[in-house]
């Protein structure tokens, strides 16, 4: 059987418009996504960064809950989620997010939150290993284990896109030593060339992103 997966990105649940609260459109606009999921009994949702918006724990504990109850019975049915982390999610509640659910074994292992390069086996309705997926982060200094004290921001860059190399190949090879014969699929949290870009009135040029 075919693996299903489900591709989605940038959720940034919490987020508001000027003073407007987007969250009870964003969870409803989640609650038909994983509708749609079950309609087309997907085996994996992969969620390519920028999750989770708010920062504040007032708030940030009510939309995390909220998020497990709308994904609860796909993944009690056997869907696996791999949430990717983007440069809008917290570093600190991704490892916060992903030191809970190995301390609960949450679904099995289905439920996988990426702060760093990793190697995910992705499994098929009957659970066995059906696709390898190596999953990058957005490029930050601490996912890819690079000293953040650079002379320049071009060095920075440069350090960085090495390492996102670095990454692509180590784990392609892993995936072909682990899990030989399988599809292989990349997923990531990045920047691509020639798409426009801002941080509130300000276009981000590509000089100050990390070009792949």
């Avoid at 075919?2 to 508001?16: E, Q, S």
């Avoid at 609260?21 to 999921?37: F, N, S, T, V």
Wanted: glycine share 8%.
């Amino acid at each position: 059987m075919p693996l299903r997966v489900l591709h989605t990105a940038d959720w940034h649940l919490g987020d508001r418009l000027g003073g407007l609260d987007r969250l009870p459109d964003q969870l409803a606009r989640l609650e038909e996504l994983m509708a749609h999921a079950e309609r087309e009994q997907a085996d994996v949702l992969l969620v390519c960064g920028d999750v989770l918006e708010e920062a504040r724990p007032r708030r940030l504990a009510p939309i995390v809950s909220e998020v497990a109850r709308l994904l609860e019975p796909s993944v009690a049915r056997g869907m696996q989620c791999v949430f990717v982390r983007g440069n809008h999610d917290s570093r600190h509640t991704f490892e916060l997010l992903a030191s809970l659910q190995r301390l609960l074994g949450a679904g099995g292992g289905q439920v996988r939150f990426v702060g760093e390069p990793e190697l995910v086996p992705l499994r098929d309705a009957d659970g066995e290993p059906a696709a390898a997926l190596v999953a990058l982060p957005y490029p930050s200094a601490a996912a890819y284990g690079v000293d953040a004290q650079q002379p320049s921001i071009e060095s920075k860059q440069a350090a960085l896109q090495e390492a996102v190399r670095e990454s692509v190949e180590r784990l392609a090879s892993e995936a072909d030593a682990e899990l030989a014969g399988l599809p292989k699929l990349m997923a990531g949290h990045f920047l691509l060339r020639g798409a426009p870009a801002t941080t509130g009135a300000r276009e981000v040029s590509e000089d100050e992103d990390v070009r792949i």
